[in-house]
């Protein structure tokens, strides 16, 4: 029906919260900014955002500081400047 909201499936809300959070931490003013994962949970109402966290880790495209504080690899944050988004 048209009148409810689309759902989408799990591996498909994954990916949107990777997105979204690589999202933030490309944006132009926060590029160089550090996030806790628990800031990003706040930011995005989403407190499961640890595992996304986590697979962009594994992917490259966040790195990880000893105290803990995240932020957008080189590679992502470039990749956002020559498309204009987030893919």
């Known amino acids: 029906m048209p009148d409810q909201p689309r759902t989408l499936n799990p591996r498909e809300e994954t990916r949107q919260s990777q997105r979204d959070i ?3 931490l490309t944006e132009s003013e926060a590029s160089s900014a550090l996030w ?4 990003l949970a706040r930011e995005m ?3 499961c955002v640890g595992d996304s966290v986590d697979a962009l880790h594994r992917a490259g495209l966040v790195h990880r500081t000893a105290d803990g504080f995240i ?3 080189r ?5 956002t400047q020559l498309v204009g988004y987030v893919v």
């Open 45 to 47: 109402e989403d407190p």
């Open 71 to 73: 932020f957008a690899s």
């Open 36 to 39: 806790t994962v628990d800031e």
């Open 22 to 24: 690589l999202d933030l």
């Open 75 to 79: 590679a992502a944050v470039r990749h």
